[in-house]
T-cell receptor
Framework: DQQVKQNSPSLSVQEGRISILNCDYT??????FLWYKKYPAEGPTFLIS?????DKNEDGRFTVFLNKSAKHLSLHIVPSQPGDSAVYFC?????????????FGKGMKLTVNP | NAGVTQTPKFQVLKTGQSMTLQCAQD?????MSWYRQDPGMGLRLIHY???????DQGEVPNGYNVSRSTTEDFPLRLLSAAPSQTSVYFC????????????????FGEGSWLTVV
């Protein structure tokens, strides 16, 4: 039973346009969400996070939106750049549950074409 | 600042052999963990540690052992390698429990590619 779902395995966009990466979760106890970016042959690197007390967090070109009622979050990249081409992982945590665990989605490959 | 260092980067094992993947961090992080990444499966937690002397199982612990004798090191042992353990392994560390400290996040090593034949 997958608790964090990234249903689209890949996305291709043109440079300069918006990239929207979606993530759904099933565990209503999740209250902290993160996005990681991973280049081939490298470890994942932290991109942006959001707490459940917020519905939006912005950092430069990256914005994460959280819709708690729909158990859905999305990562917007505007404008998209070729260097953004990578695999993006959504992750979630129940910070009050004491499980000390971060649950990852399967990842989504973003390709930004010049 | 080295961050999280994993060794070896590549390893080929025969079925039944044992080996240890090393992981060290120099950030004085209390929390460390091991993940494996398989095609179409994302990152799955193998074992984790909330501090020296404390370890616990993650989502896929079978076939792996860990220990945490120091804050810096968190080795992962494969006791009797099986082809199903062919994967990319990532060690990670974090200052505190996931998400409980503002701005806290997990830092990953570069990965260890393991093939069991």
């Amino acid at each position: 039973d997958q608790q964090v779902k990234q249903n689209s395995p890949s996305l291709s966009v043109q440079e300069g346009r918006i990239s929207i990466l979606n993530c759904d979760y099933t565990n209503s106890m999740f209250d902290y969400f993160l996005w990681y970016k991973k280049y081939p042959a490298e470890g994942p690197t932290f991109l942006i996070s959001i707490s459940s007390i917020k519905d939006k967090n912005e950092d430069g070109r990256f914005t994460v939106f959280l819709n708690k009622s729909a158990k859905h979050l999305s990562l917007h990249i505007v404008p998209s750049q070729p260097g953004d081409s990578a695999v993006y992982f959504c992750a979630a945590s129940d910070t009050q549950g004491g499980s000390e665990k971060l649950v990852f989605g399967k990842g989504m490959k973003l390709t930004v074409n010049p | 600042n080295a961050g999280v260092t994993q060794t070896p980067k590549f390893q080929v094992l025969k079925t039944g052999q044992s080996m240890t993947l090393q992981c060290a961090q120099d950030m004085n992080h209390e929390y460390m963990s091991w993940y494996r990444q398989d095609p179409g499966m994302g990152l799955r937690l193998i074992h984790y540690s909330v501090g020296a002397g404390i370890t616990d199982q993650g989502e896929v612990p079978n076939g792996y052992n860990v220990s945490r004798s120091t804050t810096e090191d968190f080795p992962l042992r494969l006791l009797s390698a099986a082809p199903s353990q062919t994967s990319v392994y990532f060690c990670a560390s974090s200052y505190s429990a996931w998400g409980t400290t503002s701005g806290n996040t997990i830092y990953f090593g570069e990965g260890s590619w393991l093939t069991v034949v």
